[in-house]
């Protein structure tokens, strides 16, 4: 299997732009989550899906961003409009289940967005 | 408020070398605590992972202990290798209303081996 695996590796822009950040899980996962890096806060869980269906969005900032999974192998990460504080490495990840106890999450290489 | 604290922040330390790495958290209710590895550029990767009756778990050179009553676990590295030179991240998790969990993260400890 290859893995997690998220477009574009690196995204910059222009403040104010729309970005769309792009994840396919690893195949027969049902869980997917999308997370948040920077330096100051360290690793964010923003949104997690099972099925298809967002269980818990309580980590996503503000409504600028947003996230959808119109299928089991496919999610996106919205931020319309975009503000240079959204700068940071976003990372999807899939498991089986959230128990960390007997799910391994498996993360993608993340997405380096820079926004100027 | 779930809390984690890692210390220290960053650790340089010459190869060969041991060297251990603090977690400190307030995370309740308390369901398990897991370590990470991220290599530079790269998502996580799950180390260990010990719940509340676990005290010790290792994984080759990584030794993880968890001391529940005193909510602090430590990652133990024995003798280092340049390839252990990451981010080490410790996150806890609480168990949440319905059945799910939160995950708690701490900000890492940079880990430096030099030659």
């Known amino acids: 299997d290859a893995g997690v695996i998220q477009s574009p590796r690196h995204e910059v822009t222009e403040m104010g732009q729309e970005v769309t950040l792009r994840c396919k899980p690893i195949?027969?996962?049902?869980?997917l989550f999308w997370y948040r890096q920077t330096m100051m806060r360290g690793l964010e869980l923003l949104i997690y899906?099972?099925?298809?269906?967002?269980?818990?969005d309580s980590g996503m900032p503000e409504d600028r961003f947003s996230a959808k999974m119109p299928n089991a192998s496919f999610s996106t990460l919205k931020i319309q409009p975009s503000e240079p504080r959204d700068s940071a490495v976003y990372f999807c990840?899939?498991?089986?289940?959230?128990?960390?106890?007997?799910?391994?999450?498996?993360f993608g290489p993340g997405t380096r967005l820079t926004v100027t | 408020k779930n809390q984690v604290e890692q210390s220290p922040q960053s650790l340089i330390i010459l190869e060969g070398k041991n060297c251990t790495l603090q977690c400190n958290y307030t995370v309740s209710p308390f369901s398990n605590l897991r370590w990470y590895k991220q290599d530079t550029g790269r998502g996580p990767v799950s180390l260990t992972i010990m719940t509340f009756s676990e005290n010790t778990k290792s994984n080759g050179r990584y030794t993880a202990t968890l001391d529940a009553d005193t909510k602090q676990s430590s990652l133990h590295i024995t003798a280092s290798q340049l390839s252990d030179s990451a981010s080490y991240i410790c996150?806890?998790?609480?168990?949440?209303?319905?059945?799910?969990?939160?995950?708690?993260f701490g900000t890492g400890t940079r880990l430096t081996i030099i030659p």
């Open positions: 899906f099972n099925n298809n269906v967002p269980i818990d």
């Open positions: 990840a899939s498991s089986n289940g959230t128990s960390v106890i007997s799910y391994e999450q498996y």
């Open positions: 195949s027969g996962h049902d869980y």
């Open positions: 996150v806890v998790s609480a168990r949440g209303n319905f059945g799910n969990e939160k995950l708690t």
